[in-house]
């Protein structure tokens, strides 16, 4: 299925192509550098991608619209915000990698204000925290993190209000 | 439960990654040759110690992208440097949960309005996650 929406990605890319070819003509060191680190990057996420298949597999086969419209759907309350604060906490991989998800969700009938609050709480990385704590102490972290759930569900009120408004 | 549902999922599922394939690469061309620039330019980048830095730390970790474990390094280079807390913690916030770059993907695909709104407000939320962050640390 071939729609105006799926040509808009292949335009994106075709831009992008664009600035590669456009930096290669000033400096090629720079585009070398690029490619490779693009490599790294793409050998890193196939394990995020076969996650993230099985992930939509399963959500596909199992959760029909109707079961997630229930939990998070417009009258999903306070059950939907856990949800969608532990799903943000534990899901893995690069932000990007969830938009295809995200909007699969999208048109299912998921609230905007869940989607809003998953994509602020994937900022908390638990299997990090190692990683902070040795420039930052414990109670930064708690902290830190506490605060940005509490923030994440405020932000996705402001924008599901937001764009209520609009519409 | 059928043995051919399940495969429709799973074909469904390819799909739809089929179908954001363009978009993925393009965002990740579009980080790894930001993050080639970062690491040229990113002595350049200094903070003067005025009440505008904590924008400045935003900015950065709004345009920045790429494994939240960089922005802990760098965060700590600029903690090392002298930088306060509340500009680290509001660069950090930033990193994860701006995402200039990964924009035009957003967009495409949660819609530009979403995409404006939500970073937008995100944006104004890594300075007040910074400044209640740093109360708390300071109080407790």
Same mark, same amino acid.
């Given at each position: ?35 490779? @680190?693009?490599?790294?990057?793409? !050998?890193?996420? /196939?394990?995020?991608? &076969?996650?993230? =298949? +099985?992930? %939509?597999?399963? *959500? ?12 998070? @759907?417009?009258?999903?309350?306070? !059950?939907?915000? /856990?949800?969608?604060? &532990?799903?943000? =906490? +534990?899901? %893995?991989?690069? *932000? ?12 299912? @009938? ?15 990385? +638990?299997?990090?925290?190692? *990683? ?29 209000? +937001? ?5 | ?140």
């Amino acid at each position: 299925m071939t729609t105006e929406k799926s040509y808009v990605g292949w335009y994106f890319l075709l831009t992008v192509v664009l600035i590669y070819l456009i930096v290669l003509v000033f400096n090629n060191s720079i585009i070398k550098l690029a490619l490779i @680190g693009s490599l790294n990057i793409l !050998k890193s996420l /196939i394990f995020v991608l &076969v996650i993230l =298949i +099985i992930f %939509t597999t399963l *959500i596909n086969y199992f959760v029909n619209p109707k079961t997630l419209v229930k939990y998070m @759907g417009e009258d999903s309350g306070i !059950k939907g915000i /856990i949800i969608s604060i &532990v799903a943000g =906490i +534990i899901s %893995t991989g690069p *932000i990007y990698m969830w938009y295809p998800l995200l909007n699969d969700l999208q048109t299912k @009938g998921v609230k905007t204000s869940l989607l809003v609050i998953f994509l602020y709480n994937r900022a908390i990385k +638990i299997p990090l925290i190692p *990683i902070i704590l040795v420039y930052f102490s414990w109670k930064y972290v708690l902290i830190l993190f506490f605060v940005m759930i509490i923030m994440s569900v405020i932000q996705g009120f402001i924008v599901e209000k +937001i764009l209520f408004i609009g519409k | 439960m059928t043995y051919k549902n399940l495969k429709k999922s799973f074909v469904k599922s390819l799909m739809m990654i089929w179908n954001t394939f363009p978009i993925l690469l393009g965002v990740v061309l579009l980080i790894s040759l930001f993050n080639v620039w970062l690491f040229s330019f990113e002595n350049l980048i200094l903070f003067n110690g005025n009440w505008y830095d904590v924008l400045i730390g935003s900015i950065m970790g709004s345009i920045l992208a790429g494994n939240p474990v960089t922005s802990y390094v760098l965060a700590g280079e600029f903690l090392g440097k002298g930088i306060s807390l509340l500009v680290v913690t509001s660069f950090i916030v930033s990193w994860v949960t701006v995402g200039i770059i990964q924009f035009p993907a957003e967009s495409i695909l949660l819609g530009k309005k979403f995409a404006i709104t939500r970073n937008v407000t995100a944006f104004v939320f890594s300075i007040v996650v910074g400044v209640i962050t740093v109360i708390g640390v300071n109080l407790l």
